[in-house]
């Protein structure tokens, strides 16, 4: 099946007291469909699933598919560094009706080659709906190298490798490519890779869905970007991507612990950015 090329990472909103914002969350799902996006990824790291619950995150996955319009993708984000508690919730996420689920390298334990292929070897057993790899060494201090990927491409239901690595961006036998990043967008649409797990789509979806359809203006779009995806890294994701907005307008609410909202001298990196491609006024 077809995920889709423009696949947003959706924050998670939260009210005043930290809650999760339910209305928000559906209100942006639902304005990120209208401007690019072909689909979203639920509580991934965008969507700060290491702090929310098990019922949160459940909760969220079960109104994401209920919310869903036709033709749209909801994307399950449901790794962990505990294979039993991965499998779960690849299991909950499949029976709530995600159409895809997305699976982080286990982090901290990082096991060797032959724990990572049975961890995942599990997971995918546990459900029979695709699964995304999700190779992100910059955060997980593990690598999933080509070779690896190539062997884990022969397991049934590993279709798809979000590859966060811009350096390591290639194509895989048996693995549809997605870019982890932003400024890999473009580099893995030149591959021929299936499009991008991204976030800066939540700001300039339509501009990102030009890249897909407009390939001659490909690169020219891409350049006008970066200075949003720098200003997207000023620091930790999703700090500046939930900074940015709340200045356009959609109340996201702040982050909780361990996170803090950006500082002052961070957002004025990102409303600079904001100006600069169109989003704000001077």
């Not at 080509?146 to 397991?155: I, K, N, P, R, S």
């Not at 999703?238 to 612990?257: D, E, F, S, Y």
Request: overall charge negative.
């Amino acid at each position: 099946m077809s995920l889709g090329a423009v696949i947003t990472a959706i924050v998670t909103p939260f009210d005043e007291q930290l809650r999760v914002d339910e209305s928000t969350f559906v209100s942006l799902f639902h304005h990120l469909l209208d401007h690019g996006s072909d689909g979203i990824v639920v509580c991934g790291t965008t969507g700060e699933a290491p702090t929310l619950t098990d019922e949160e995150h459940l909760r969220l996955i079960e109104l994401a598919c209920a919310e869903r319009p036709a033709g749209a993708t909801v994307i399950a984000s449901t790794g962990s560094n505990d294979t039993a508690h991965a499998c779960e919730m690849t299991e909950r996420a499949t029976e709530l009706g995600a159409d895809a689920v997305l699976s982080v390298t286990p982090y901290y334990n990082r096991p060797n080659r032959t724990g990572l292929v049975r961890h995942f070897t599990e997971i995918a057993r546990a459900t029979d709906k695709p699964v995304i790899l999700y190779n992100v060494p910059s955060r997980i201090g593990l690598d999933l190298p080509h070779d690896l990927l190539a062997e884990l491409a022969q397991v049934e239901h590993i279709d798809y490798v979000k590859q966060a690595d811009n350096a390591a961006l290639a194509r895989i036998d048996g693995l549809g490519l997605y870019a982890g990043n932003d400024d890999g967008f473009a580099q893995a649409l030149d591959l021929g890779g299936c499009g991008g797990i991204l976030v800066a789509s939540h700001l300039v979806g339509p501009q990102m869905r030009r890249m897909v359809e407009e390939p001659e203006h490909r690169a020219e779009i891409d350049a006008s970007l970066k200075p949003l995806y720098a200003a997207l890294s000023v620091t930790t994701n999703p700090i500046p991507v939930k900074a940015a907005l709340n200045l356009v307008g959609h109340r996201v609410g702040g982050v909780r612990l361990p996170l803090v909202e950006a500082d002052e001298a961070e957002q004025d990196v990102i409303r600079n950015a904001l100006r600069e491609v169109g989003l704000l006024d001077g």
